[in-house]
Antibody, heavy 120, light 108 residues
Framework: QVQLQQWGPGLLKPSETLSLTCAAYDGSFSGYFWSWIRQPPGKGLEWIGEITHSGGTNYNPSLKSRVTISVDTSKNQFSLKLSFVTAADTAVYYC??????????????WGQGTLVTVSS | EIVLTQSPGTLSLSPGERATLSCRAS???????LAWYQQKPGQAPRLLIY???SRASGIPDRFGGRGSGTDFTLTISRLEPEDFAVYYCQQYGISMGTFGQGTKVEIK
């Protein structure tokens, strides 16, 4: 069963670039939509964007100008970059495997989450 | 963008009671796009229901989903102590995903 493990810096200053990476272990990498989702402290979930193994991307329009998601199929990894961060970007960031198909569209599994704090 | 509105914001119930959670979409959503998640403090969300009504692997049958169009419901038939958590609905379409703001099910 696939497991996702994510990593990246937990503290950033305003205007810096957030950079996180997620690795998928013990499962197929193709045929899925590798996604990033975030959750500000005490708040709900926000979908950031997704990438396929071939590099096709979709982004949340509210973040599109600052987001880049990339993929490294040789390592079964995908990465998130969010530029010009502010305090409003402070959140737990999750990676997740998205599935879209006949039976439905959903996110499962999820990574363990990384708390990213933006503070001067 | 499709907005999902969950109600109520908080549901105060006792173990053994039935919980009914609502998720309303701002426009019609294909049932296949609709899923429900459970989240406990300090944990990642856990998939409960996909395709509006299908239980994910390992999910007890006390969890049930139904609905179509703009109105979807998650029902927990008899609350167990481990069911007190926050629940989110999600619609995940061809190029975009959105979540409801969540319903907290707390012990009365």
């Amino acid at each position: 069963q696939v497991q996702l493990q994510q990593w990246g810096p937990g503290l950033l200053k305003p205007s810096e670039t957030l950079s996180l990476t997620c690795a998928a272990y013990d499962g197929s990498f193709s045929g899925y939509f590798w996604s990033w989702i975030r959750q500000p402290p005490g708040k709900g979930l926000e979908w950031i964007g997704e990438i396929t193994h071939s590099g096709g991307t979709n982004y949340n329009p509210s973040l599109k100008s600052r987001v880049t998601i990339s993929v490294d199929t040789s390592k079964n990894q995908f990465s998130l970059k969010l530029s010009f961060v502010t305090a409003a970007d402070t959140a737990v960031y999750y990676c997740a495997r998205g599935r879209k198909g006949f039976y439905g569209n959903w996110f499962d599994p999820w990574g363990q989450g990384t708390l990213v704090t933006v503070s001067s | 963008e499709i907005v999902l509105t969950q109600s109520p914001g908080t549901l105060s119930l006792s173990p053994g009671e039935r919980a009914t959670l609502s998720c309303r979409a701002s426009q019609s959503v294909p049932s296949s796009y609709l899923a429900w998640y459970q989240q406990k403090p300090g944990q990642a969300p856990r998939l409960l229901i996909y395709g509006a009504s299908s239980r994910a692997s390992g999910i007890p049958d006390r969890f049930g989903g139904r609905g179509s169009g703009t109105d979807f419901t998650l029902t927990i038939s008899r609350l167990e102590p481990e069911d007190f958590a926050v629940y989110y609905c999600q619609q995940y379409g061809i190029s975009m995903g959105t979540f409801g703001q969540g319903t907290k099910v707390e012990i009365k």
